[in-house]
């Protein structure tokens, strides 16, 4: 069983809702059982959802991705609780996500963006707190920041994903309950620190990831990812560990539903 953690299914760059449920299909038929859509924003809510309920290898996760918080409205967090309160019922949803914070782009490391970030996020994280629900993070420059919040505001873990940083905030992150999604990134030989990561960790710590249509596999770039690419990122993983690859599969899936006890009840 493979279980890809992070797959943006509902997003544009799919081509359309029957592009998407091929992909969701190709991917079950590469042996991928298990595929979670994070929501980015108020208004792809009840799509992740939706998506979910129609694709048998599908789950979903709601929440305001950072790249999103600049247009996002204070009435979107209540809408949220409201989601998450309605969505609680359904074995598909699985997690708070995609939230986080990103210092990378432009102008959303300082100033108003940067606070505005900060308070989505720990808004987020509270309804995690209250739910008992995993978080997906989305982490970029901010390894440092998103853990000040994690260590204040008690969650029960989750996915720290497209992991890049320093062994000693990967080391922050577990110790805080958290699994590290690696995908594509992993598999560019120049990815040298990532690589490095994807070796010396606790293979318990490991998830993967496509975060398809985004981080193509380096066999794939510049084309869009999919899901269906999770065994083949899975076979550089267990080469750079040494590992068999149905050792390796059996591993991350239940590193998955370790990090997902919603998914984990699914399968
Ligand atoms: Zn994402």
Redesign the pocket.
């Known amino acids: 069983m493979w279980i890809d953690t992070?797959c943006?299914l509902d997003a544009a760059e799919f081509g359309g809702e029957q592009a998407q449920v091929q992909a969701a299909t190709a991917a079950a038929q590469q042996g991928v059982d298990w595929i979670v859509i994070?929501a980015?924003e108020r208004a792809n809510f009840a799509t992740v959802a939706t998506l979910a309920a129609q694709l048998p290898n599908c789950t979903y996760a709601l929440g305001i991705?950072p790249l999103y918080v600049p247009q996002a409205e204070e009435a979107d967090l209540l809408a949220l609780r409201t989601a998450i309160a309605g969505a609680i019922a359904d074995p598909r949803f699985v997690a708070i996500g995609?939230i986080g914070l990103d210092f990378f782009v432009p102008g959303m490391d300082s100033g108003p963006l940067r606070e505005k970030q900060e308070h989505f996020y720990v808004e987020q994280l509270k309804m995690a707190r209250d739910f008992d629900l995993p978080v997906l993070l989305?982490v970029r420059r901010s390894q440092d920041i998103l853990l000040k919040h994690l260590r204040r505001i008690k969650v029960q873990g989750g996915i720290a994903?497209?992991f890049n940083g320093s062994f000693q905030q990967a080391e922050a992150f577990i110790g805080l309950g958290f699994r590290l999604g690696f995908g594509g990134a992993m598999t560019f030989t120049r990815a040298l620190q990532i690589r490095r990561l994807a070796v010396q960790l606790p293979l318990a710590a490991l998830v993967l990831e496509t975060?398809a249509p985004?981080m193509s596999p380096a066999w794939l770039h510049p084309q869009p990812n999919q899901p269906q690419q999770i065994p083949r990122i899975g076979a550089v993983l267990a080469e750079l560990r040494g590992m068999a690859l149905p050792d390796l599969a059996q591993a991350t899936a239940a590193n998955a539903c370790a990090a997902l006890p919603r998914l984990a009840a699914l399968a």
Request: aromatic content about 0%; proline content about 9%.
């Open positions: 992070h943006h994070p980015v991705h995609e989305h994903h497209a975060d985004d």
